[in-house]
């Protein structure tokens, strides 16, 4: 029905009972971008963690029901081809909720519950003028190999960890960096 929030995912003609609370949601896509993780472990916490009883559903329709997950999690977020990945949902949680907080006029990580769909439509209703905004829209114009307008230019350039979707690079601490230079002393010994 319009206007609707699902608890169930209908698969191949059954609705099964899913958590639809926003926290669980980013817990999907987390393992969804974790790189130790292989494609049918990641399928697998979909599943477990979306479908309140993943014990009831037939392994034979288990990609039916992952398709299923997929869909729901990427409520209309339909595009012909894949895009490139702009937004790091564990990188960018203090600007995303900022920006969430905003637009929803709370503290959506307060709430006991909050349906996912409700989330995204907070998510996607982040202005420009926004810090998550111009960040996302600079890591959008980048990706896509397009040209920054001149204050985006100034802010990517004073904020180039902020703009990059992967975490900066972890510096090495001076006492790993005297480590190091221990180790490798003593790897060559006597040598000289």
Known sequence: ???????????????????????????????????????QEKAYV??????V????????????????????????????RPSPRIVNWEKDEALIF??????????????????????????QSIGRNDTWGCV???????AQGKKLESYEKEFY???RNLCSVDPPKKRKSQKDIMQDMFEELLEKGGDE
């Open 157 to 159: 350039s004073a904020n």
């Open 1 to 39: 029905m319009l206007g609707t929030l699902p608890t169930t995912l209908n698969v191949n003609g059954v609705d099964y009972d899913i958590r639809t609370d926003f926290r669980n949601i980013l817990q999907i896509i987390t393992a969804f971008n974790a790189p130790e993780l292989t494609d």
């Open 98 to 123: 900022s920006a969430i907080n905003k637009v929803a006029g709370k503290e959506v990580r307060s709430e006991k519950y909050m349906h996912w769909w409700t989330f995204l439509g907070y998510f």
């Open 46 to 51: 979909c599943l477990k963690r979306l479908f």
């Open 136 to 142: 996302l829209v600079i890591r959008q114009k980048k």
């Open 53 to 80: 009883a993943l014990n009831t559903i037939p392994a034979d329709d288990y990609t039916a029901a992952y398709e299923a997950a997929v869909a729901f999690i990427e409520h209309q977020i339909e595009e012909d």
